[in-house]
């Protein structure tokens, strides 16, 4: 099946320092979104990026669709423990409309 | 009010009993989804009604069986489960079209962890 590649698996960094993660694949989207998992709940959603090239900030979040419609990354700025969590994205295809593709997650862990 | 209710918040049960999960949403969305999850993995999609109608079965076993009463409402029945169907299963929901082929938000609840002794 289609596969989304997202990196890093893990990340362990220190409270206020950047995070930066991205997710490629090997065919194109129409859309990516960025989840974020805390234990024991659903995903919530961060950012849905429509256009290639969109750039898109919530808060300390800023999100981009990649111009070749195959990538998408995530930065989050002067990182607070509660970023602590799993950060999936995820994609859609024009033809799968329902059908959402998702990475396999980055695990975050923020020490104060 | 953007949020997806789901019930039970855990369920316990033998893989002889009947059970149901219950999922509820006031946002006016018209396509619900399913969605199971291990562990540290990424949500896997099971079932996708849209206007109440089933629109996409990945193949689930018949032991799963999902139901939309109203558009507002989805339940997933569940009958003679095994060990290995526990997981958190999610239920979401999302706008249809508005223009667009594809390519809505999903918003999620908070699941229903599920454990199957």
């Known amino acids: 099946g289609q596969q989304l590649n997202q990196s890093p698996q893990s990340m362990f960094i220190q409270e206020g320092e950047d995070v930066s993660m991205n997710c490629t694949s090997s065919s194109i989207f129409n859309t990516w979104l960025w989840y974020k998992q805390d234990p024991g709940e659903g995903p919530v959603l961060l950012i849905a990026?429509?256009?290639?090239?969109e750039l898109t900030s919530n808060g300390r979040l800023t999100a981009q669709f990649g111009i070749t419609r195959k990538d998408s990354f995530l930065n989050i700025s002067a990182s607070i423990p509660s970023d602590v969590g799993i950060y999936f994205c995820?994609?859609?295809?024009?033809?799968?409309?329902?059908?959402?593709?998702f990475g396999q997650g980055t695990i975050l862990t923020v020490h104060p | 009010d953007t949020e997806v209710t789901q019930t039970p918040k855990h369920l316990v049960m033998g893989m002889t009993n009947k059970k149901s999960l219950k999922c509820e949403q006031h946002?006016?969305?018209?396509?619900m989804y399913w969605y199971k999850q291990k562990a540290k993995k990424p949500p896997e999609l099971m079932f996708v009604y849209s206007y109440e109608k089933l629109s996409i079965n990945e193949s689930v076993p018949s032991r799963f069986s999902p139901e939309c009463p109203n558009s507002s409402l989805l339940n997933l029945h569940l009958h003679a489960l095994q060990p290995e169907d526990s997981a958190l299963y999610l239920c979401a929901s999302s706008h249809i079209g508005r223009g667009r082929v594809a390519g809505e938000k999903l918003f999620f609840g908070s699941g229903t962890q599920l454990s199957v002794l």
């Open positions: 990026l429509y256009k290639a090239g």
């Open positions: 946002m006016g969305h018209r396509a």
């Open positions: 995820a994609g859609q295809r024009g033809t799968s409309y329902g059908k959402l593709t």
